[in-house]
């Protein structure tokens, strides 16, 4: 199998899959920065990860995809649709939203009360699902919105949003700040949406965790560009942490760092090299034909996406950050 | 029901093969019986925490060498196994294990003789 040639196709898109959103060459100037040039589309029926540092462009992206910002150039389509200025309702219908933090106009609201008022929007509403997810999670339907606690009202949030039967569900940031407990509910709630038919999600996190837990793929954002779009178990096996201890074998050591997939090399004070590789097949036999034993780890979510950040650098040319 | 798979990060072996590795185990061992229902597959892979993607591609892997079936809206159940195909999928599945053990070792410095002579000597422990 060629390598290069799966990567690039993971960059523009998963190939052999619907796309519910498609970005082509989108820019936004922010206050700070740029956001853009975007390109990229989301894959349909599957959970999508978007994960970067604050301030790189992920709420923009967000605000964009619910069209609460325009793109200052290049064009975004929904379902194969374009719009011109405001999203038509028919549109919006189909897109949930939930972000970090619930907006305060609903505070003087029950959740059944609420929900009457949100059902109107959504002509699919589903009360009994609705209904029943208050019930399995414990949020109470007839206290004020205001008076419940931040899990249960992020819960609510939730419940609305997937009762409403939309077809793409964007979070924001949706489990920030929750407990454990609430937490845990929040993946049981979008792990069953996601098995009751046509939905597509895409959310934005910095728990680990969550991708681990609900992610098929993983977008990876960058001082306002997307480095690429990965399947998360592709990912979780790109980069490898290789150990080795080549001793005073200069010529096997030359071998060994002229290897493909290289990012990093760290020689330790006691010999000892660390390498971080994403072909540490081809450095591991290279290591045993000189008689080298070599040590292979898997690495940390974190860590992984710091190598992919700079196997991007890498890339396009800007050199790495340490 | 949970289905005891592991998954391995120290392993170069791709995910959705160490997946089908234990669970072709599971039932040709006969742990996972005939007519055993399997999680649903947004169910399995966030057990697994690995992406739908890969217990997408197990599920159909495993159909097509004939141990799984899928019934449209009922799900994934285990299938019979003739006692021919245990008997050989169970020595593929010892050879493979074997073979990575002996990849282990070489990598490791050991010879052939030092191999069979542990070998040997962890069998006759066993009897």
């Excluded at chain 1, 029926?45 to 967000?62: D, F, P, Q, W």
């Excluded at chain 1, 996190?205 to 560009?225: I, K, P, S």
């Excluded at chain 2, 998954?7 to 072709?24: C, F, G, K, M, W």
Aim: net charge negative; glycine share 6%.
């Amino acid at each position: 199998m060629n390598r290069t040639t799966t990567y690039d196709m993971k960059d523009i898109g998963a190939a052999d899959m619907e796309s519910v959103i498609v970005l082509k060459d989108v820019c936004k100037g922010r206050r700070q920065h740029m956001v853009g040039p975007l390109n990229w589309s989301l894959p349909q029926g599957c959970i999508t990860a978007l994960v970067g540092e604050n301030g790189t462009g992920k709420s923009t992206l967000l605000h964009m995809l619910l069209r609460t910002l325009y793109p200052d150039r290049g064009e975004i389509s929904w379902f194969g649709q374009t719009v011109e200025g405001e999203m038509p309702l028919e549109l919006r219908q189909q897109i949930a939203y939930v972000s970090e933090k619930p907006s305060r106009e609903e505070d003087r609201m029950t959740a059944r009360k609420a929900a009457q008022f949100r059902s109107q929007w959504y002509p699919g509403w589903d009360q009994q699902q609705f209904e029943q997810m208050l019930q399995a999670f414990d949020v109470p339907a007839d206290a004020l919105l205001s008076k419940i606690s931040k899990g249960q009202r992020q819960k609510f949030e939730l419940a609305a949003a997937i009762a409403a039967q939309p077809r793409l569900l964007l979070l924001d940031e949706p489990s920030s700040g929750l407990d454990p407990f609430a937490w845990k509910d929040m993946i049981v709630m979008l792990n069953q949406a996601m098995e009751q038919g046509d939905l597509t999600i895409l959310i934005t996190t910095h728990r680990m965790e969550e991708v681990q837990r609900l992610a098929d793929y993983v977008v990876l954002m960058h001082e306002g560009q997307i480095c690429g779009m990965q399947e998360k178990d592709e990912l979780y096996q790109q980069w490898k942490e290789v150990w080795i201890n080549p001793g005073q074998d200069v010529q096997a050591l030359q071998w060994l760092r002229e290897c493909p997939g290289i990012i990093e090399w760290d020689g330790k004070p006691d010999g000892s090299v660390r390498i971080i590789t994403s072909d540490a097949q081809t450095l591991q036999q290279t290591a045993e034909e000189s008689g080298i034993i070599t040590q292979v780890h898997g690495l940390e979510w974190e860590e992984l996406l710091s190598c992919w950040v700079k196997d991007h650098h890498l890339k396009t040319g800007k050199g790495a950050h340490s | 029901m949970r289905i005891p798979v592991q998954i391995n990060e120290n392993s170069a072996e791709p995910l959705y093969r160490q997946v089908e590795n234990q669970l072709r185990a599971l039932i040709i061992s006969g742990q996972l019986e005939e007519g055993t229902l399997l999680p649903s597959i947004r169910e399995f892979a966030s057990d697994l925490k690995c992406s739908v993607i890969t217990v997408r591609r197990v599920y159909q892997d495993m159909e097509n060498e004939g141990l799984l079936r899928t019934r449209q809206g009922t799900g994934t159940f285990v299938t019979r196994v003739e006692q021919e195909t245990r008997t050989r999928m169970g020595e593929e599945n010892i050879r493979q294990l074997m073979s990575e053990t002996i990849n282990r070792s070489y990598s490791l410095g050991w010879n052939r003789q030092q191999l069979e002579q542990l070998f040997q000597e962890i069998l006759d422990t066993r009897e």
